[in-house]
C-alpha cells in the first residue's frame, strides 16, 4: 500500500505545475555548479537561461477557437479498446486547459459517432462533419509494449498524430510521427508498478507529448518527470 502511494503521490506531483521548479531547480544546480568551476558572467546568463525555462512554440496552433474531436486509432480499430478511450480522453482534457477558447467535441459523443459508422469504411472527414467539428485529431497507435524484458518497465510504442479540416476530405493538414517513443528512458522495476498502474502512467505521458504539438510547452518539465519514474526502484 506504502508504495502505490507513493508512486501516485510522486507522478502527480512531477505531472502538475510544481514539476517546474523541481525541473527547474536540479536544472539550477548543475548550472551553480558550472559556474562555480569556471569563470565569466557569459556562463552564469546562460545557466540563468536555462533555469529560467521558455516555452517551445506550438507546431500547429490553428485549433485556438476551434470545435475539435480526437480520435485514436489502434490494432483494435477507432475507439475499440480501454488504450484507445485513455489517450483520447487524456488528450481532449489537456486541449481544454492549454489551447485558448477550443471546444472540445465530448468524447462520448464521439465514441457514438465512430461506433455508428460500418467497422471496415470509418472515414475522419464523415465522423467530423457528424461531430459538426472544424478540426479531427486522429492519434494512430501501434506496437505498444510495457516491459523491457521480465524485471523492468519501459513503455514503448509508434505513434502518429494528424489534424484533418472539416470541408478537406480524408487529407490531412498536419502530420507528425512518434516512432518508438520510449518512457521512462531508463525504465523502472517492475516491483514498484502493477502493469495497470504502469500502463496508466506511460499512457499519460505519451498524451501529454502528442497533445504538446499543438500548444506551447515548458520543456524542462520531462527532466523531472523521468527522473521521478525511474527513481523510485532506487528508494530515493
Not at 556562463?43 to 517551445?56: C, E, R, S
Not at 484533418?164 to 502530420?175: E, I, M
Not at 521512462?184 to 507529448?209: C, H
Request: charged share 25%; aromatic share 8%; glycine share 6%.
Amino acid at each position: 500500500m506504502a508504495a502505490n502511494f507513493q508512486v501516485e503521490s510522486i507522478w502527480q506531483s512531477v505531472s502538475s505545475g510544481t514539476a517546474k521548479i523541481v525541473s527547474r531547480f536540479c536544472l539550477l544546480s548543475v548550472a551553480c555548479m558550472a559556474v562555480a568551476t569556471a569563470s565569466g558572467c557569459g556562463l552564469l546568463a546562460n545557466a540563468m537561461y536555462i533555469v529560467k525555462g521558455v516555452d517551445l512554440p506550438a507546431e500547429f496552433d490553428d485549433l485556438k477557437e476551434k470545435k475539435v474531436a480526437v480520435i485514436v486509432s489502434t490494432e483494435a480499430g477507432l475507439n475499440e479498446d480501454g488504450t484507445a478511450n485513455l489517450v483520447t480522453r487524456h488528450i481532449s482534457e489537456l486541449f481544454a486547459r492549454n489551447i485558448k477558447k477550443v471546444e472540445m467535441v465530448n468524447t462520448d459523443e464521439v465514441d457514438r459517432i465512430v461506433h455508428d459508422q460500418p467497422i471496415g469504411d470509418r472515414s475522419v472527414s464523415i465522423i467530423g462533419s457528424r461531430l459538426r467539428a472544424d478540426y479531427v485529431v486522429l492519434v494512430e497507435l501501434t506496437d505498444l509494449k510495457l516491459k523491457d524484458g521480465q524485471t523492468l518497465f519501459r513503455g514503448r510504442s509508434n505513434a502518429t498524430v494528424s489534424a484533418y479540416k472539416a470541408g478537406d476530405g480524408d487529407r490531412a493538414v498536419f502530420r507528425k510521427s512518434f516512432p518508438e517513443f520510449i518512457y521512462p528512458q531508463n525504465g523502472a522495476p517492475v516491483t514498484d508498478f502493477d502493469e495497470i498502474q504502469f500502463k496508466r502512467i506511460y499512457l499519460s505521458e505519451l498524451s501529454m507529448r502528442i497533445a504538446r504539438t499543438f500548444y506551447p510547452f515548458d520543456p524542462s518539465i520531462d527532466v523531472a518527470k523521468d527522473a521521478a519514474v525511474s527513481s523510485l526502484g532506487s528508494g530515493q
